[in-house]
């Protein structure tokens, strides 16, 4: 069967907006919890810590389960993102129309069993998705390439989800000054999100639907045989030193790029004094860099190889993430008043981190599907769902040190989600507290990515056919 060609990867790729109910929870749900819910910050934040844990705990089974799932109508991966997909757009809906006023306990358990359900129905689609992009494809290159267009639709879930939410549900009423305190904008942007997200499942089952034949493979004869099933993926997970140079590497990135995605709503609110659609440009000018940087970094990917292009991606991240808070807030190169011209000043920070973020999105997802590939071969085992499993699993593992450890900030700096107006030293931290963070783990994370040793010469001496 022929690789995919263009259209097919713009219907593959299209499946990853699902990922806008994942970002707009990271985006949203801390200030929705707690200033417009009232939970006080270290239980919201432990709530969505633990669902995230529950997550992470998921991925490696759910990856296997589809790895070994043998429907003859609907191959291994489709059956996850029918129900995933579909899962997906109820809970969301459900998720963002929690009623105010249940009191703390009901809304504490409400948020808790609902954002449960829509970490699990994120990676019952995600992990068997991210599979099936190196199945349709075919070669080293072929990998990123098809990764690239996945990280294309992500950007623009992401982009949907965040800078949308800002420019169209969080806009200023009388009221509300800042629509993003509005309760009333969370129940429609819920359903609107939900309604994407179905669209985003019937584009990616559309598209790689001709694929359904190559995934209808039958059991190899190193799955049947005795000492099989987990304990021989156990050994193949733990032993291999390429994806577990990969998952060390985002488990150490996470904690603190997700501590301040967590809190970037509450920076820009109470730090910046930025309205909803002030928030949406530059969450905009961020997520268009994410986007128009993919082709930089395949090419790059190409030039360099995978590895290289991922350590300058990291280290231009880095620059805008922590650039931005300490010129503006730490050192005081730029005013904060008025809004309008924090929103220049943080522009061109906000490209540049979008710009190298960007890269993770696709270049690390062909480096595991390169660690899977090699694998496979060698011992004849399907793993490319595990190992995708095994690297989501460090990275929603990471995500949830970092979001516990953002509500645990929040109570340690003072921040008070009754007050319309937070304490200077409050505001001064809860921007440039994540930034040092950040600097502190870059030596920590590039130690990591040095253990990744998978370049393209050695993976044309391991796999020639490939």
Request: aromatic letters at 10%; a positive charge; glycine letters at 10%.
């Amino acid at each position: 069967m022929k690789p995919a060609n263009r259209w097919q990867l713009l219907g593959y790729g299209s499946g990853s907006m699902a990922m806008s109910a994942y970002y707009l929870v990271s985006g949203s749900y801390l200030l929705f919890a707690t200033a417009v819910l009232g939970l006080p910050a270290s239980l919201a934040g432990m709530i969505m810590a633990v669902s995230t844990l529950w997550d992470a705990v998921i991925d490696v089974p759910l990856g296997w389960l589809s790895d070994h799932t043998r429907s003859r109508r609907f191959g291994r991966r489709h059956p996850f993102l029918l129900l995933g997909g579909m899962s997906i757009t109820v809970l969301t809906a459900l998720l963002w129309a929690t009623p105010q006023g249940l009191g703390t306990t009901t809304t504490a358990l409400w948020l808790l069993v609902t954002l449960i359900g829509l970490k699990t129905a994120i990676a019952a689609f995600i992990i068997p998705h991210t599979a099936l992009g190196n199945e349709i494809v075919d070669g080293y290159d072929a990998r990123t390439v098809v990764h690239g267009w996945r990280a294309v639709f992500i950007v623009v879930g992401m982009l949907l989800a965040l800078a949308g939410s800002n420019l169209f549900f969080f806009r200023p009423t009388a009221e509300y000054p800042q629509g993003q305190l509005n309760p009333a904008a969370y129940p429609p942007l819920g359903l609107a999100c939900a309604a994407l997200v179905l669209l985003a499942t019937a584009g990616a089952v559309a598209g790689t639907w001709r694929f359904i034949p190559r995934l209808q493979a039958e059991p190899t004869a190193v799955d049947t045989q005795h000492g099989g099933g987990w304990r021989r993926f156990a050994g193949l997970l733990l032993g291999d030193r390429n994806l577990r140079a990969l998952a060390l590497t985002i488990l150490c990135i996470e904690p603190t790029l997700q501590l301040g995605i967590a809190l970037n709503t509450h920076v820009y609110t109470y730090t910046y004094g930025l309205s909803g659609p002030q928030i949406g440009v530059l969450s905009l000018a961020m997520l268009a860099a994410m986007v128009l940087a993919q082709p930089l970094w395949i090419r790059l990917g190409r030039r360099l190889d995978k590895k290289p292009a991922l350590i300058i991606a990291a280290l231009v991240s880095l620059s805008g993430f922590v650039l931005g808070p300490l010129t503006h807030v730490a050192w005081g190169w730029f005013p904060l008043q008025p809004p309008s011209s924090v929103v220049v000043s943080l522009m061109p920070f906000q490209i540049l981190a979008g710009a190298g973020a960007g890269a993770f999105f696709s270049l690390p997802f062909a480096m595991v599907g390169d660690c899977a590939l090699a694998q496979q071969r060698e011992t004849g085992q399907q793993v490319v769902g595990a190992y995708n499993g095994v690297y989501v699993f460090a990275y929603k593992l990471g995500s949830s040190i970092g979001i516990a450890g953002s509500g645990l900030l929040l109570h340690l700096i003072g921040f008070d989600p009754a007050l319309p107006a937070q304490a200077a030293d409050t505001r001064y931290w809860l921007a440039v507290a994540p930034a040092l963070l950040m600097l502190a783990g870059t030596p920590l994370v590039l130690w990591m990515l040095n253990g990744y040793r998978l370049s393209r010469s050695a993976f044309a001496e391991r796999l020639p056919a490939g």
